[in-house]
C-alpha cells in the first residue's frame, strides 16, 4: 500500500530567532492511490475578475487531493504554484526563467521541509500578478532546482496567503529597503478602504469524491453565498506567537449524540466545553484527540483502530451523521467525506480508514481540513494581521450542506466512488496498479528467475531455429545437382519464443514511490 504525505505547515513568528519551516507528514493513501494513475484533476483556468479593481476571484484546481494549484504571472511569466493558507511566503522553481527584470536583494531565503526537501535561494524582487492584482515590487525566494517542488503536477513552488507576521521572506528583509510583506498584504494595501478578506469555496468531484478545485477570492464572496457576511464572526485565537486561523469549537454531534470538552489548553483561551480547532485548506483531512475519533468510529461495526496510522479501519459502507458545532450553528459532513478508501488489492478488495484521524497539532487541539470545508464556505477576515488593519482579524462560515440530502445520496454516491477506485486498480491490463513498483512475477517451482528462463528460450529457439536453416540450406545444396524435386519440410516449433499471452507479467511501465 502506498502512502502519501498531506500538509500542514508550521511557521515561526518572523521577528524572533532564525526563520525556520517545518512539514508534518500524514498518511493520505487515498490520494497515493489517485497520484499514482496520474489521475490529475489540474488543467488551467483563466482569471475571472470582478469589475471593481479592488477585488479579485481565482478558480484554482486540486491536482491530488491537497495540492492547490493556481497560476502567478512573474513579469508576464506564468508558473504555476500552490495556494497555501498554512503559509505566508512566495517562492518558486525558478529554472528556465527569464530573471533579468528582476532586482537582487543580496539576500537568500530557506524554506525547510520535515521531509527533507528544500526551497531555497536569492530573494528576488519586482512585478508579480496574481488575478486581477499586481505589485511592482513583490519579494519571492528564486530556488531554482528544489525538490520541494511536484513536477508530475506542474507544481513550481508555494503562494502562501497567511499573514505576513508568519513570513520568512519579511523576517529577513526586516533590515533592509526592501519591501517583504506578502502579495495579499500588498494587494490590500493598495486598497486601504476596502475589506481585508479572503475566501474559500471547495468543489466536490462526482466520482472521487473529494476536492476537484474551486474558487479563491480576494476582498469579495461568491454571489451564490452571499449571506456568509451575516453569519456569526467567529474569533481568531492565538495560543503561541504564530498567527493561525484557530477559532473555539463548542462540540460535535454523531448520529445525533453530543461530544464536546478534552482541550489541553486551561480557561484562559477555552470554556467549559470547547476545544480549540484550525481551519486549514492545505490540509486535505483532520487531526482531532482520541476522545472525538473513538465518538466517531468507536461504536461502528467492524471498526478497528489501527496504532500505526492512528486511525480507524472501518468498513467501506459505513454510514454516519458528523456534525461540528461552532457557537450555537450546527456544520454537517457529508457522510462520504467521513472516511477515505486507502487500499486496494489485486482481486479488487477495498481498504477504508477514518478521515477524522488521530494526532496533535501541538498548540492546537485539532485540524480541520478539506474533510469539514468541503461542508462549509469559509471567509478569513486579516483585520489587523493586515496592512492596514483595523478590527480583530476573524471567520465566518456558512454550511453548504444539506444533512437529510446528503444522507439519501451516500448510498449511489459512494458505489460510484468505490467502482472507480475498483477500476482504477484493475487498470487496462486487469493487474494490480496500486505500488511503488510492479510485483515481481512468481518464481518458478525449481526457484529459477522466470525472466532468465525466458531469455534462455528466446536464446535456444533462436539456435534452433538457425541449425533448422542450415540444415535445410544443406539438403538443397545436396540434392541441387540430382535436380530433386522439392518437398516442403516439416513444421519445426521455436522452442521458448516470448509472448505477452503465456503467463509472463509483461508491463510496460512501472511506478516509483513520491
Known amino acids: 500500500m502506498n502512502a502519501f504525505k498531506y500538509t500542514y505547515l508550521q511557521h515561526p513568528h518572523p521577528y524572533e530567532g532564525p526563520p525556520h519551516l517545518t512539514r508534518m507528514i500524514h498518511l493520505t493513501t487515498l490520494l497515493a492511490f489517485i497520484s499514482l494513475f496520474d489521475i490529475v484533476f489540474a488543467f488551467s483556468v483563466p482569471f475571472t475578475r470582478d469589475d471593481s479593481p479592488s477585488s479579485t476571484s481565482v478558480n484554482f484546481t486540486n491536482a491530488n487531493g491537497f495540492t492547490y494549484l493556481v497560476t502567478v504571472y512573474f513579469n508576464g511569466q506564468p508558473i504555476q504554484v500552490q ?26 531565503g530557506t524554506m525547510l521541509y520535515e521531509d527533507l526537501s528544500v526551497a531555497e ?48 521572506i519579511a523576517y529577513t528583509l526586516q533590515n533592509t529597503s526592501f519591501n517583504g510583506r506578502t502579495f495579499l498584504d500588498n494587494a490590500f494595501m493598495m486598497y486601504p478602504e476596502e475589506p481585508n478578506y479572503i475566501t474559500f469555496l471547495l468543489s466536490r468531484d462526482p466520482v472521487s469524491g473529494i476536492t476537484s478545485g474551486g474558487t479563491f477570492t480576494i476582498g469579495e464572496v461568491a454571489t451564490e453565498f452571499a449571506a456568509i457576511t451575516k453569519t456569526p464572526q467567529r474569533k481568531v485565537l492565538s495560543t503561541s506567537e504564530i498567527p493561525r486561523w484557530a477559532t473555539t469549537m463548542d462540540g460535535m454531534i ?33 487531526l482531532f484527540p482520541r476522545f472525538y475519533a473513538d465518538a466517531i468510529y468507536k461504536g461502528l461495526p467492524g471498526a478497528v483502530f489501527n496504532e500505526s496510522q492512528q486511525a480507524y479501519n472501518v468498513p467501506c459502507d459505513t454510514k454516519v451523521n458528523v456534525s461540528f ?7 454537517p459532513v457529508n457522510p462520504i467525506d467521513v472516511f477515505d478508501v486507502v487500499d486496494v488489492s489485486d482481486s479488487g478488495e477495498l481498504t477504508c480508514a477514518g478521515a477524522f484521524r488521530v494526532g496533535d497539532p501541538g498548540d492546537l487541539d485539532s485540524i480541520l481540513g478539506d474533510t469539514f470545508l468541503r461542508n462549509a464556505y469559509a471567509l478569513f477576515d486579516f483585520g489587523r494581521w493586515a496592512t492596514p488593519g483595523t478590527n480583530d482579524p476573524f471567520m465566518q462560515l456558512l454550511s453548504v450542506t444539506n444533512q437529510a440530502e446528503a444522507w439519501n445520496d451516500f448510498d449511489a454516491a459512494n458505489t460510484v466512488r468505490l467502482n472507480s477506485f475498483k477500476k482504477q486498480a484493475n487498470g487496462p491490463s486487469g493487474g494490480n496498479t496500486t505500488n511503488d513498483a510492479v510485483s515481481p512475477s512468481p518464481a518458478t517451482s525449481d526457484g529459477s528467475n522466470p525472466d532468465l528462463l525466458r531469455n534462455s528460450y528466446i536464446i535456444i529457439g533462436l539456435l534452433a531455429g538457425v541449425i533448422v536453416l542450415l540444415l535445410v540450406l ?15 519440410g516439416p513444421n519445426v516449433s521455436r522452442a521458448g519464443a516470448a509472448r505477452f499471452d503465456d503467463g509472463y507479467d509483461v508491463k510496460p511501465y512501472q511506478y516509483s514511490g513520491p
Open 121 to 168: 535561494g536569492p530573494i528576488l524582487v519586482g512585478p508579480v500578478q496574481f488575478g486581477g492584482f499586481e505589485v511592482d515590487k513583490q519579494a519571492f525566494i528564486s530556488a531554482q532546482g528544489s525538490n520541494a517542488t511536484d513536477p508530475s503536477v506542474n507544481d513550481l513552488g508555494i503562494m502562501g496567503v497567511a499573514p505576513t507576521r508568519g513570513s520568512v
Open 474 to 488: 544443406f539438403v538443397q545444396f545436396a540434392r541441387g545437382s540430382k535436380n530433386v524435386g522439392y518437398k516442403p
Open 83 to 108: 495556494l497555501d493558507t498554512g503559509s505566508s511566503d512566495l517562492w518558486i522553481d525558478s529554472t528556465g526563467m527569464n530573471l533579468t527584470p528582476f532586482t537582487k536583494t543580496g539576500l537568500n
Open 254 to 286: 454523531v448520529n445525533g449524540k453530543k461530544y464536546s470538552g478534552h482541550s489541553k489548553f486551561n480557561s484562559t483561551f477555552v470554556g467549559a466545553g470547547q476545544t480549540i480547532t484550525v481551519l486549514d485548506s492545505g490540509t486535505s483531512e483532520a
Open 325 to 331: 458545532v461552532f457557537g450555537k450553528d450546527e456544520y
